[in-house]
């Protein structure tokens, strides 16, 4: 696009965002130009809680989870933005389904900010999804959230580390072995990351079975470390 152009199609969109009245995504109420009213920005809870730093689901004094240490998964640490409920369960919905890549910003500035706070990862890769999902669905949530991480914190992203073999549609229901067996083969990856240390960034983590497959590859390729960065994740492994 020309420079005239862009400065066209800003000035048009800056006269629109003017005239027509904003309403918080969550509660509809009307905002002053921006995505969230001021009673919801403030509602959005962060993942403050004391937590398994393997796993992050709630332990009491943040040691690490029973569930880790009995079967310590293929990642070594967590890193969750927001604990999946409300109202960052609709925010991530509204994002990911309805297609609202201006709540980008709200999902992902979180997490950036809790990351600033740990070792920098040598590479920043989002979730893959499946290449049958992502036409239906025109984008990847993940790597829609990882890019602007990547550029605050200078860190490189790679959007096609691994590639997405399989979709793994249900994991809820499932027992933990057969969570595992599910995801199995569902990832790919022929580099060499030998020594590397990687974040993997995903939106939501539930069970934990596909990062920890993910996780799972990218050390048989050389990883020596597995960083699981999501903007929520569920209290409780369901
Ligand atoms: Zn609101
Ligand atoms: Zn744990």
New binding site residues.
């Given amino acids: 696009m020309s420079n005239l152009s862009a400065y066209i199609l800003n000035g048009c969109t800056k006269i629109v965002h003017t005239i027509l009245p904003h309403h ?1 995504a ?2 509809g ?1 009307g905002t002053l130009n921006r995505l ?2 001021t ?2 920005d403030a509602d959005l809870s962060h993942y403050l809680a004391p937590a398994c730093p393997v796993c992050a689901l709630p332990t009491p004094s943040g040691q690490v989870c029973g569930a880790c240490l009995q079967h310590p998964p293929a990642f070594d640490r967590t890193l969750a933005a927001f604990s999946y409920h409300f109202p960052i369960d609709r925010l991530l919905h509204a994002f990911k389904y309805s297609g609202n890549l201006a709540l980008t910003e709200i999902l992902a500035k979180p997490l950036a900010q809790l990351a600033a706070h740990h070792p920098k990862p040598d590479l920043l890769m989002p979730m893959p999804l499946h290449p049958g999902r992502l036409k239906e669905r025109g984008f990847n949530q993940s790597l829609e959230i990882a890019k602007p991480i990547s550029r605050w914190l200078g860190i490189p992203l790679t959007a096609d580390l691994c590639q997405r073999m399989r979709d793994t549609p249900t994991q809820a229901g499932l027992k933990w072995k057969e969570r595992r067996r599910n995801v199995r083969g569902a990832f790919t990856c022929d580099l060499d990351l030998t020594g590397k240390t990687i974040a993997v960034l995903d939106d939501v983590m539930t069970t934990g079975a596909t990062l920890n497959e993910i996780s799972r590859i990218l050390k048989s390729q050389g990883a020596s470390e597995v960083c699981a960065w999501v903007v929520a994740r569920t209290p409780h492994q369901s």
């Fill in positions: 918080c969550l509660c109420a969230l009213c009673a919801c």
